[in-house]
């Protein structure tokens, strides 16, 4: 497995791991995740706006291990290292989630 890191205007915001650079960038250009960096918050501002440049870069090796040890300790018993796995870097808020609490 190869580890690779999002930056959004040169800024490093989450990093995962792939078996190789292709399907990390297949992972990266999906819209389903560019969609996700919209909707996800830190600071009290959408991760991505669509405008600032979005890259894929190796992960350094720093940004790696907080990967491996984000995964060691999740808690989904049925997630295999084939599974996604993105580890965001900075704090971040998922706007949807918003809500949901208040019916539990």
Same mark, same amino acid.
């Given at each position: 497995?190869?580890?690779?890191?999002?930056e959004?205007?040169?800024? #490093?915001?989450? !990093?995962? *791991?792939?078996?190789? =650079? +292709? %399907? /990390?960038?297949?992972?990266?250009? @999906?819209?389903? &995740?560019? $969609?996700?960096?919209?909707?996800?918050?830190?600071?009290?501002?959408?991760?991505?706006?669509?405008? #600032?440049?979005? !890259?894929? *870069?190796?992960?350094? =090796? +720093? %940004? /790696?291990s907080?990967?491996?040890? @984000?995964?060691? &300790?999740? $808690?989904?018993?049925?997630?295999?290292?084939?599974?996604?796995?993105?580890?965001?870097?900075?704090?971040?808020?998922?706007?949807?989630?918003?809500?949901?609490?208040? %019916?539990?």
């Amino acid at each position: 497995m190869d580890y690779f890191t999002v930056e959004i205007a040169g800024r #490093a915001v989450a !990093s995962f *791991r792939s078996k190789n =650079a +292709e %399907e /990390a960038t297949h992972f990266f250009e @999906a819209e389903d &995740f560019r $969609d996700d960096l919209t909707i996800l918050e830190s600071e009290g501002k959408p991760l991505w706006d669509r405008k #600032a440049a979005l !890259s894929l *870069r190796k992960a350094t =090796a +720093e %940004e /790696a291990s907080e990967v491996e040890h @984000a995964y060691k &300790f999740d $808690d989904d018993p049925e997630r295999t290292i084939d599974d996604e796995f993105v580890v965001f870097l900075v704090p971040v808020e998922d706007l949807t989630d918003e809500g949901e609490d208040a %019916e539990d």
